[in-house]
Structures are given as C-alpha cells and as structure tokens.
C-alpha cells in the first residue's frame, strides 16, 4: 500500500459522507446514481475511480466538483461544508480550489490556446490580483495589462504546449488541445485536479504524454482525482477505487492492493446488465 507518510500526517483534503444522488425520485424510474458513498481523500494522494458505465463515476465528480449537489448526504472540502453552500458560494470554491479537465477537452472553438486559458483567471480574479501585486512592485508604469496573459502563457509553458498559444483549438490536434485544457485547469493553482476520463479521446502515445503531466502535478503536489475506463492508468494510480451501481464495491487503500482479493480491477469494463449510460 502506498499509504506510508513519513513526516507530517495526512491532511484530509475531501469527506463524503453518506451521499446520495437520485435521479426522478418516487417515480418508477427512480435512479440511485449513487447510493450511499462515503470516502475520505488526503491532501497529495492519487486517486483513480473506476468502474463500468452508469456506474456513478461522472455524478460522483460532479460532486466533487460543486458542479452538482448530492440529493442527500454531506459533502466537506478543506473541511467546509460543501453540500449547503449557494450557487453562488459553489462558483467561488470552483474558481478556488479545483481544476478541471474533461474527456472532450471543453475548449472555446472561437478563442486561443492563450485565451482559453485567462479565462478562470478573469472569473477568479486572479488576473486584477496580479495586476495589483505588478502595480504595487513596480508602480503604475509596470506593463500591468500583460500579467494575466504571463500567467496564462506560462500555464501553457508548463505543459510544454506554450508554441501554440495563438493557435485556436481546431486547428490543434487532440493531445494538444487536451494540455491546453489543463494548462486551463492548473492556471489558477487550484489544490484540487478532477479529470474525467481525460484520455478517453486520445492515442496511446498522446495518453501517456497526458499521464506524465498529470503525475508531474501530482509529484508537485496536487490532489489529483481521474476517472478511467483504463486499467493500466488505474492501476498506476496511488489508489484505486471502483464504483458498481453507486456504491464503492472496492478501494485499494482499505482493501489493499496486493491481489488478494483477486482481479478489483478486472471487470470495470464489463457493461452493467439492464442499463444504458
Ligand atoms: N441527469 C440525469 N438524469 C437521470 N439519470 C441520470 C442523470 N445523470 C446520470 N444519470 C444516471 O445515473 C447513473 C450514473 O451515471 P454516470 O454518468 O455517473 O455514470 P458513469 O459511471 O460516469 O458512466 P460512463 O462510464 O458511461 O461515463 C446512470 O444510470 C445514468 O443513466
Ligand atoms: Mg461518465
């Protein structure tokens, strides 16, 4: 098990308790999208979710997330009540803490690889921010309107797609228009990374380039959470955990990862009986 911290301990970055996530509820078309989900995860861990389709994988993100509120059941990140928050409170804890990355990338067509990339820099503010902190360090003559595009430029840089910038997305290729989008998702800082199946649309060769970043960010220090359909991904990952039916049915860091308990990983392509995702 890769749960050994030697110095300080874990520090708990997201708890669910209890959550729940039903679609069309009292009808009979009832869906437990999840079912009573409960998981901590620590600040710096590696965490792969699993699981074949319409099993909750992308609910559960969305939770993790704040794109969407459980029906019921608490949700606490950095020990902040997630799950009673407003709308508007939701958007600020996005902008603040979590990057996104997607399995179809979400790119604006009509925008740069640089712009795409300001973009949560202008909702979050990080942008005025810089432009602030410029102007108290070098005074109003400071070249006050380039820090956000240097923050956005050095995004790009950092995920080695920096020679693109003024390239918009369709005239990009699928791996690149995957690290500009997470170029997008880490502009910001943000402590937490949600990648749902950010490989899902990519070659082999381009998926490990995808990988390596991701392992990169997480070996810098961020919390990273990845949905998979791939089983080598999966078991790469620091900790495994796998979804049936809206239930955790298997998670590596209780259960170990020895093999003992047979192949956890080895149906989580097997098509759920009786249900289309
Ligand atoms: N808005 C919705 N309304 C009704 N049912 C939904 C809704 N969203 C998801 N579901 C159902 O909830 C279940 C879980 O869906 P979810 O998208 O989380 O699955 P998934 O594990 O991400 O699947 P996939 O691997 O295909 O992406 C499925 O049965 C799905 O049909
Ligand atoms: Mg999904």
């Known amino acids: 098990m890769n749960t ?15 959550i729940y996530k039903i679609y069309g509820e009292g ?17 710096g861990e590696f ?13 559960m993100m969305n939770i993790l997330g704040c794109l969407d509120l459980p029906t019921y059941g608490e949700y606490y990140l950095h020990d902040e009540l997630v799950s009673s928050l407003s709308d508007q409170e939701l958007s600020n804890i996005r902008n603040r803490e979590i990057g996104f990355i997607f399995q179809g990338f979400n790119l604006i ?49 950092k995920v080695g797609i920096d020679h693109r910038a003024n390239h918009k997305p369709s005239e ?53 959470v990845l949905i998979t359909h791939d089983r080598d991904i999966a078991a790469s990952a620091d900790r495994a955990i796998r979804l049936l039916d809206g239930r955790i049915v298997y998670d590596s860091k209780r259960d170990g990862d020895d093999g003992s308990n047979g192949d956890p990983l080895g149906t989580m392509g097997a098509p759920r009986k009786g249900v289309s995702a």
């Open 47 to 59: 965490t792969a979710i699993i699981g074949s389709s319409g099993s909750g994988k992308s609910t």
């Open 109 to 157: 067509p009509a925008l740069t690889a640089l712009e795409n990339v300001e973009l949560p820099l202008i909702y979050s503010g990080a942008g005025r921010r810089a432009r602030k902190d410029a102007k108290d360090l070098y005074g109003a003559d400071a070249k006050l309107m380039t820090s956000r595009q240097e923050l956005a430029y050095a995004a790009l840089e």
């Open 27 to 43: 009808l009979e078309s009832e869906v437990r999208a999840l079912d009573g989900v409960s998981l901590t995860i620590d600040r």
């Open 172 to 224: 990009m290729s699928g791996g690149q228009q995957q690290r500009v989008a997470i170029a997008r998702a880490i502009v910001t800082n943000p402590p937490l990374i949600l990648a749902d199946e950010p490989t899902g649309n990519l070659d082999s060769h381009t998926t490990e380039d995808v990988m390596r970043i991701l392992r990169d960010l997480h070996a810098a220090g961020s919390t990273v």
């Open 4 to 18: 050994a911290y030697s110095s300080s301990p874990p520090e708990r970055l997201i708890e669910l308790s209890d």
